[in-house]
Each structure stands twice: as C-alpha cells, then as structure tokens.
T-cell receptor
Framework: DAKTTQPTSMDCAEGRAANLPCNHS???????VYWYRQIHSQGPQYIIH???NNETNEMASLIITEDRKSSTLILPHATLRDTAVYYC???????????FGKGTMLLVSP | NAGVTQTPKFQVLKTGQSMTLQCAQD?????MYWYRQDPGMGLRLIYY???????DKGEVPNGYNVSRLNKREFSLRLESAAPSQTSVYFC????????????FGPGTRLTVL
C-alpha cells in the first residue's frame, strides 16, 4: 500500500463542513484512495473511494488533487454522530488486504 | 441482511485457555478477514481467506489459527491465550479478493488475564 499521512486529530463544529486531509505522495497511477471511519467501539465503515476524479455519495465527497498526491474527505454538514476515527488508505492493486494506520480522530462539537 | 456477525461480543479468558471466535456473513462474499485492534492503534490483519478453501497469514498470525468452514463462516482460534492477545477482534468480508470495500462486523472484545 502507498504510505498515507493524516493529522492525528481535528475538531469541527456541528453543522459545519469537516475537511479531512490525507497525503499519499507515493501513490501509484492505478491505486485508489479509500476512506473508512470507525465510530467508537464499532467496526470500521466504508465511506467512499476514488481514483482521479472527485467523487460524491450520500455520506461524503472526496476531492483528489490533480497530481494525486493528496486528497480531502469532506463531510458537508457534520453532526455529532460523525465523531469517529477516519482512515485514508491507498491499497496496492493485486493485494487482497488493507492496511489501517492510526487515522484522524474527528471530534464534532455542539 | 445481517451483514457480518460475530460471536461472542465479549469474552474473558485466563492465560492458557483456548477459545474460538466465530464470524459469519450473509452477503455471499468470497473473501473474509480477521483483524485485531489494540487500544489507540489501527487495525492489524491476522489472517485472511481469499476464497473458500484457502487461508493466508497476515501481519500478525502468531498464536492464532483459522478455519474457513464454508463460504459463510470464518473462525479464529486461540489455542493457548496470552495476555498479549487482549484486544478487539474484527471480522470483515469482501465480494472478491481484490475488492477493497470491506464490510466489518461489530467486533469481539477479548480480555486475557
């Protein structure tokens, strides 16, 4: 997997957009960027993934820079239930496993 | 669909005891995985099964064995539990081995005294 770097923690006010950055400067051309989150005491949950283009689904948006060396996960209107650890992963193609680092602890406050 | 289920939810063992953690998925997925998560750490892969009938070691396989009982079920066995195996264990599944969208179970919290 490509090495990813994320801030240890971030804060966000409820109702505001949460922008979570991830650096993946060693990513290969065919490696996707995946985002998962883990709410306290629960199993990780898939959020979104992308290759080159920006992606949006019902949970979040993913913005990938043109050089693909970094990306940002955007939660457009954060709620208290979005408080979780967010993992950015760039798995190597051909491998069937994911490497989870320590992620970013996002705290959404009232 | 229940997705991925794990039993038990909690377990306390004494050093040297054995136990099996059970995992089942009802999504007809081919691949299944076992992870452990220690406090303040990310997930580490213990074993995985790319398809029924196959199993492979992950990052931290020592002290564990696995069985892919059928397509639905993938169990993790601790033959002689040690305090270092105190952790939260997560099972996950994917439709195919190269699929990176993994679906996780709720976890089993294991304490070894």
């Amino acid at each position: 997997d490509a090495k990813t770097t994320q801030p240890t923690s971030m804060d966000c006010a409820e109702g505001r957009a949460a922008n979570l950055p991830c650096n993946h400067s060693t990513i290969s051309g065919n490696e996707y960027v995946y985002w998962y989150r883990q709410i306290h005491s629960q199993g990780p949950q898939y959020i979104i993934h992308g290759l080159k283009n920006n992606e949006t689904n019902e949970m979040a948006s993913l913005i990938i820079t043109e050089d693909r060396k970094s990306s940002t996960l955007i939660l457009p209107h954060a709620t208290l239930r979005d408080t979780a650890v967010y993992y950015c992963i760039a798995p190597s193609k051909g491998y069937s496993t994911l490497t989870f680092g320590k992620g970013t602890m996002l705290l959404v406050s009232p | 669909n229940a997705g991925v289920t794990q039993t038990p939810k909690f377990q306390v063992l004494k050093t040297g005891q054995s136990m099996t953690l059970q995992c089942a998925q009802d999504m007809n997925h081919n691949s299944m995985y076992w992870y452990r998560q220690d406090p303040g750490m990310g997930l580490r892969l213990i074993y995985y099964s790319a398809s029924e009938g196959t199993t492979d070691k992950g990052e931290v396989p020592n002290g564990y064995n696995v069985s892919r009982l059928n397509k639905r079920e993938f169990s993790l066995r601790l033959e002689s539990a040690a305090p270092s195996q105190t952790s939260v264990y997560f099972c996950a599944s994917t439709p195919y081995p190269s699929t990176d969208t993994q679906y996780f179970g709720p976890g089993t919290r294991l304490t070894v005294l």
